[in-house]
């Protein structure tokens, strides 16, 4: 299995190509492949072009990147899918891991779609319109970072950059066929604060473990003022890829008792756990839902704590005078954040400590946790899980990701089949805090022993030009 991210930037740092002839070529399939996915928000090709100019080295030279509307590169606006910043200005700096990934040789050609503020599981917005999954176009290639994985799924360029608060790196790594990384918080810096505090951080998704562990080790590192930073003694320990000398896994269905899997995911579940335990060597003890975290629901609590701190960030009144512009996902997860009280709210962030105490107790320094990266068989490209659905947020049963998110678990997503609907499903192991390594030496023999496709049917991976 070759590595397109890492193929290409060995060959502009030997003059094999130049970064100009990997854009010129990024530029032209995005051109030909977005009127069909509609993953580019904004397209920003002079500036790639004349950036690629200058790149000759760096150890991602020349790949070309789309940086997630929710992320600031200098000189664009920013406007997170919303017509609330229809009119936003031009960003005065990068975020870091934009920086980071510009330093490192990065080609940015545009800006990748997601769904308004990023709050849902599928990319739509009134501001870009429906992405869709290159796998299947009648549905979601997930979200919230959907049109940076639609983007990397179809081979149009490297990376697209992703951001996860409540699985938005893990579910279209799963629906998408991509291996998707939610890393410790404080291994990649955050700033400015995000808009869930505790639960967001950058992740990574690529094509394959070699790519992510090169793009994950440019993007991590401290970042002034951001309270969770790692040291850098503290962040080479969780970022050396090693094996556990002993590993136990528990495997679910679910964490949350929100009922039974659809029997595909269920299937291609199960399956993936009998290969995790065929590879190595351990048989996984199972876990009924809804025992996990005695004392409440962290998944059901995410929403009441990311709720309320969203709408305090957009702003009550601002909300309040612009509703009819907001996307009914929006104002049904806004309107959440407007009821719940200051009880409410406070009562939830002190239980998310219980929690991490029950999982810290639970997985200890050598047990991983076996769950679907996503506990729907898909759903539509405009977010509804059936055609008679109405249009509106995903239900809380479709998501199996935002419990690492609460406690700020590392997480990954590995292809592990295909679903029903002929989308990919993942299987999502996660691991005590800072075992972000450790989850990568897993996943580079999972891939070893059962590899994937490195695009959806059609398409193919980005280097392939180089042939």
Partial sequence: MTSPISTIAAAVRDKKVSASEVAEEA???????????????????????????????????????????????????????????????????????????????????????????????FTANRQSGVTRNPWNLDYSPGGSSGGSAAAVSAGAVGIGTATDGGGSVRIPASLCGLVGLKPTNGVIGRWPAPDWIDCSTDGVFTTTVTDLELVLNVQAGPVAGDPNALSPAALEAALTVRKPKSIKFIAATRTSDLGPLPSDVEREFRQAVDRVESLFSATATWKNPGTFTPSGDPDLDWFTICSTEHMFRVGRDTLTKNWDQLHVASQAFMEQGMQTSVDEYMAARIRRFEYIRNYDELLGSDTFLLTPAVAAAGWLADGRVTQDAPEGQLPPEVYSTAVQNVLGLPAISLPAGILDCGVPFGIQITGPRWSDGQLLALAREWEAQFPWVLTAPGYEPLDSFLK
């Fill in 27 to 121: 530029i032209r399939r995005v051109s030909v492949i977005n009127p069909n996915l509609n993953f580019l928000s904004d397209e920003y090709f002079e500036d790639g072009r004349r950036d690629a100019r200058e790149v000759h080295s760096g150890p991602l030279a020349g790949v070309p990147l789309l940086v997630k509307d929710l992320e600031d590169r200098q000189g664009w606006p920013t406007r997170k899918g919303s017509l609330l910043y229809k009119d936003a200005k031009p960003a005065a700096s990068n975020s870091p891991s934009v920086q980071r990934l510009l330093n490192a040789g990065c080609v940015a050609i545009g800006k990748s779609t997601l769904p308004e503020f990023a709050i849902e599981g």
